[in-house]
């Protein structure tokens, strides 16, 4: 399954600055016809519609309050591609004092977020013919950095709940991506101390693009990405990809 970026109608989560921008601006760059960036304060999206006009349009959503993602989900029901890309970390480790509330308050956002994401959008994409769902996960999904070590544990879950939406929705003509950036230059990586190591928020946007059009279910941006990525291809072709259990 593909989905061309051209002439679609997408909305982007967390869409005013960082990744979310990049993303909204690469997707406009591709054709696509609308973007809703989608976040808190919807004041926070002006600089973006005083540079790209009427193509985008704020709205508020906040992935910790169901009932604006229930509300940005009527607004935005020409939707054709979610981007699911906001996101929270806490810096903390297993032993720290602050963990369970820090693992709390990250499933609570990268995980439920998710959840409360596409269940109201789904039916949307649904409706309006072939979509697509695209979820900002983390190489931290994949191995646990200690020092981050609840936000890892909000990515692995929110990894496994991608790819339980991708076998639902893509009987429904709705594609599914999972991204899995490294270090990307984001206030979040400098809060993190990444920002030496941090690429450019635009590679990003890019292997979106190209998971989206190519009918890849995995994208892996950056340097570090495309590393865990190629050690990861074999495990991911021969169990994430495999229908075996399914049937």
């Known amino acids: 399954m593909t989905f061309l970026v051209k002439d679609s109608i997408a909305l982007v989560t967390g ?8 993303i909204l601006e690469g997707l406009l760059q591709h054709g696509a016809k609308k973007v809703y960036a989608a ?18 349009v704020a709205i508020e959503l906040d992935l910790g309050k169901p009932e604006t993602i229930a509300a940005a989900a009527k607004t935005a029901s020409d939707v054709t591609l979610v981007v699911n890309n906001a996101g ?25 977020g998710l959840i409360r994401i596409a269940q109201a959008f789904a039916p949307v994409l649904k409706s309006n013919g072939k979509g697509a769902l695209v979820q900002l996960n983390s190489v931290a999904s994949l191995k646990n950095f200690a020092e981050f070590a609840t936000y890892s544990a909000s990515k692995a879950a929110s990894y496994s709940i991608t790819q ?4 639902q929705l893509e009987p429904q003509d709705i594609q599914v991506v999972s991204v899995h950036p490294g270090p990307i230059a984001t206030d979040m990586a400098s809060a993190a101390g990444l920002s030496e190591i941090a690429e450019p928020p635009s590679l990003v946007a890019t292997a979106i693009i190209e998971a989206l059009e190519s009918g890849d279910f995995h994208a892996f941006p950056d340097s ?18 495999s229908n075996e259990m399914a049937e």
């Open 15 to 22: 869409a005013n600055r960082g990744i979310g921008k990049a």
């Open 39 to 56: 976040v808190r304060d919807p004041q926070s999206v002006q600089p973006l519609i005083e540079t790209y006009g009427d193509q985008v």
């Open 88 to 112: 929270v970390l806490r810096t903390a480790p297993a032993m720290d004092s602050s963990a369970v509330e820090a693992l709390q308050f990250e499933m609570d956002i990268n995980v439920y």
């Open 164 to 167: 339980g939406l991708r076998a």
């Open 224 to 241: 570090m990405a495309k590393d865990f990525g190629e050690a990861y291809a074999s495990f991911a072709e021969n169990v994430i990809d």
